[in-house]
Structures are given as C-alpha cells and as structure tokens.
C-alpha cells in the first residue's frame, strides 16, 4: 500500500495529460530546463565574477561629483 505500482502511475499520467494536454506540458518542460539552465549560468558567473572584483584596483573616481580615496593613519615616530 505504500507505493504504487506501475499501472497507478500510468493512470495519473493519462489522467494528466487529459487534464493539461500534451502542449502544455511539453511547454512546462521546456519552461522549467531553461529556468535551470539560467541558474546553473548563474552560479558559474558567480564564481568568476569574485577573483576578479578581488584583483581590481579601488577606483579613484567613482563619479564626476565623488572622489573615492583611501585614508592612511598616520604613525608618530
């Protein structure tokens, strides 16, 4: 009683497909593997995109109004 066999699966996916049709499954399906493309482009821009923040230099300019600049502290000697 715990699982269904395989004549319980193939009832519900006939019922499915009565239900949806075969078009709109087929567009849910390709719906879903770009959404999984696009994270997976995701998290490998993610990655490439932090060694390469790491090794740019600060910029001195961030806009003709702001000038972004760094404080040094300074040592009495």
């Known amino acids: ?7 319980h699966w193939l009832i519900v996916l006939v019922i499915v497909m009565l239900v949806f049709g ?3 499954l087929g567009n849910m399906g390709s719906d879903v593997g770009k959404a999984v493309k696009g994270f ?3 998290m ?6 932090k ?3 790491q090794n740019a230099a600060p910029s001195q300019v961030a ?3 702001t000038v ?10």
């Open 40 to 42: 997976k482009d995701g």
């Open 63 to 65: 806009d003709k109004g």
């Open 22 to 24: 075969t078009k709109k």
């Open 1 to 7: 009683m715990g699982s269904f066999s395989i004549w």
């Open 68 to 77: 972004d600049v760094e404080v040094k502290e300074k040592s009495n000697s």
């Open 51 to 53: 060694p390469a923040a």
């Open 44 to 49: 490998k821009g993610g990655e490439d995109d």
